[in-house]
């Protein structure tokens, strides 16, 4: 999901409170909003889901490009379990937003996650919590129409618990081919 919007008046402070069914990653002129991974973490999502809130002033400029990538994550992914058999909990990701925006004048904005966003393809082709992801290293990105709304009936929720952070990276020793 992109936009670019351009901002009349010198912003303040810019807040977004984010969340997804599936996992969603932020960036506001392609600058992540945040190092952690796996958002919105693990619920039960036909009764609740997470949002998290990121102070995002210091990447505001008088134009700014909002991006949202969304994949499957928790919600779309097949679950595992003795009862489980593999079904979908959700099939279709979802991804919803508030922007803050508050001006140096004292007026204040929020712009939501709608049907005015466009929606383009990107290089992960599929991307979920058990199966891992498929990245398309020479992908050319497709344009895919406006953002469609889609009403789900859940609880949206404060963060609860720890973040998902990445501890450390550890490069291949080998490639074997067998």
Known sequence: FIKEIAFKKEVKSAKITVTAIGFYYCLVNDKAVTDTLFNPGWTAYEKRVQTQCYNITNLINQKTKFE???????GGSRHLGWMSHGQLVYTDPCLYFEIEIEYVDGQKEV????????????EYEFAE?????????????????????HEYKTK?????GPYVVRGERIPAKELIIT
Do not use: C
Request: hydrophobic residues 45%; negative net charge; without cysteine.
């Open 68 to 74: 949202f990538q969304l994949a499957a994550g928790w």
């Open 111 to 122: 712009i939501k996650s709608d049907e005015s966003w466009d929606v383009f393809t990107n």
């Open 129 to 149: 919590i058990y199966d891992g992801e498929t990245v398309n290293a020479l992908y050319e990105r497709e344009f895919l129409g406006k953002a469609v709304i």
């Open 156 to 160: 949206l929720i404060p963060q609860e």
